[in-house]
């Protein structure tokens, strides 16, 4: 803990775990100036939701001039966000993959822009410092031996998704051959309220995917402390008996623990896919929740997660 105060000694700031939260909640960091976080696209009026003709048309002529707007400010945030550098090169990125303990799969580099990586990194070096222990964990694997889950990288050519959780971190590369067309596309998801802004910047989005990675630590922690994943009961238990109630109690936890999950769905703030399944809500709250979002889906989330964690 450290902090920030104010000319008239009033704190303006706080440092938790290494990363700076404003009084309002919001996180300090580098980019938070690139953000869409004020930014929405207008809604196209419906004739039906007019009586008289003249309305609508009014209406129409209002939406005209807010979506020019918001295509301009859309526009401006899109080219901050392309402005802010970290690498030159990519022997710089693979520097920082082997700081980090981090594997980049052959080719990831090839397939994907490199200026993506910019802020892919710096998001993930925030995950890495507040969750360390999902980054690179272990668990007891069917046969008793240690099973390591550890961070990979890699590029995904399956269109359907921006980005996915698979093994650590999977980049489209449909979107993110080009950087900038993926950063259009995840900027529209925000804006248009599919999915939730956090602080409006790429690094929410990848906070994201760091929580597919916590929901899995959580649930093989969950497992792990009763043995459940070892098939050999003689390993861990002295009767047949007790290996069942052991597996009995790592399922009624995991359903105590799904149960919270979904207490959170219709919470204000969650978004039109924290709706999709308990997983894709898990990683919205912890978006919305670690991007310092203050809506009540963000705040009960964070003390979902400290129940949990
Ligand atoms: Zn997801």
Redo the contacts with the bound molecule.
Sequence with gaps: MGGGRDKTGVAIYRRVNGVYIRRDGKLINHHTKYSVINLSRPVRPKRGDYADLEEYDQAKELYKKQLDSYNKEFDRAVQKALGYKRFNSKEEIENWAKKQDVIITPDTLNKIDNRAFNEISTALDEMFTRFPEAKNFSFEDEDGTLFQAQYHISANDDPSFLFS?MGGLEISTKNYSNFEDGLRDDFSQMTTGFTIKGDGTLSTTIR??YG?RVDSYIQAKILDKYHYNVLDWHKNFSSLNEWKNAQKKAMSELKAYEKDLISLAKLQGSSEYSNTCP??LF?EGFAEYTSGGRTEFGRKFGQFLERWY
């Design positions: 959780a994201h995917e597919h997983a894709e990683a």
